[in-house]
């Protein structure tokens, strides 16, 4: 008995040595609310004081937001998947919001599918361009969001217009790949502004906020 009873000690002693198997941690996954595409409009009340917003009309792509039209070309030309996402038509939700920081975008819509993976990396710095428009756009950190791609994108552009002229913008885009669905967040600022532009960081800010209000 007792040499049974050290040998099912050891047994016991190894066991313990042993680390715990890994739990699965599931409370993120289980705690978060099916996508509401209405309500997007409770992200507004981020919005500076002084910005008149209105109901987003347009389609749902940052490319057209940068000032390029629907043919757009990019160069490498799988880099234009990031700025002109797959969506549905019919099953876009937005607002914008101008004041003297610049033009504020806040956009959802249905997605069938999310860009190929390392998209985001392989196009570090790319370009666009479309009859007399053209920008350079850089890959730049995204805002963390549970259980969504991010991507963040900085575009510089010029528009070349009658006579000559050039106009530039600059655009701080930051976009999350969601369940079903895709939602971004563009600021869309004038160089040449004297007021100061809206920054990256509230851009960025605001997408969180954006698919926040979007969970419920």
């Not at 792509?61 to 030309?77: E, F, I, Q, R």
């Amino acid at each position: 008995m007792r040499r049974f009873t050290v040998g099912a000690m050891l047994a016991l002693c190894v066991s313990c040595g042993q680390p715990p198997p890994q739990a699965t941690d599931t409370t993120t996954s289980a705690t978060l609310q099916p996508i509401n595409p209405a309500r997007i409009d409770r992200a507004r009340e981020h919005v500076p004081d002084g910005y008149e917003v209105a109901p987003f009309a347009g389609p749902a792509s940052p490319v057209v937001l940068w000032g390029m039209g629907d043919g757009a070309s990019a160069d490498p030309p799988q880099c234009l998947a990031l700025a002109a996402p797959a969506v549905d038509p019919a099953a876009v939700r937005g607002w914008s919001a101008s004041g003297p920081g610049g033009i504020i975008y806040a956009v959802v819509a249905a997605s069938p599918a999310r860009p190929e993976p390392g998209l985001a990396r392989d196009c570090g710095r790319w370009r666009i361009a479309s009859a007399r428009s053209s920008a350079a756009v850089t890959r730049v950190d995204a805002p963390a969001v549970a259980a969504a791609d991010t991507n963040g994108m900085r575009t510089e552009a010029r528009t070349v217009v009658e006579g000559g002229t050039e106009t530039r913008t600059h655009a701080d885009t930051f976009v999350a790949y969601l369940d079903g669905y895709v939602s971004f967040v563009a600021v869309v600022t004038d160089p040449g502004a004297t007021h100061p532009a809206l920054t990256a960081a509230f851009a960025a800010d605001l997408l969180t906020e954006t698919v926040a209000a979007l969970r419920g």
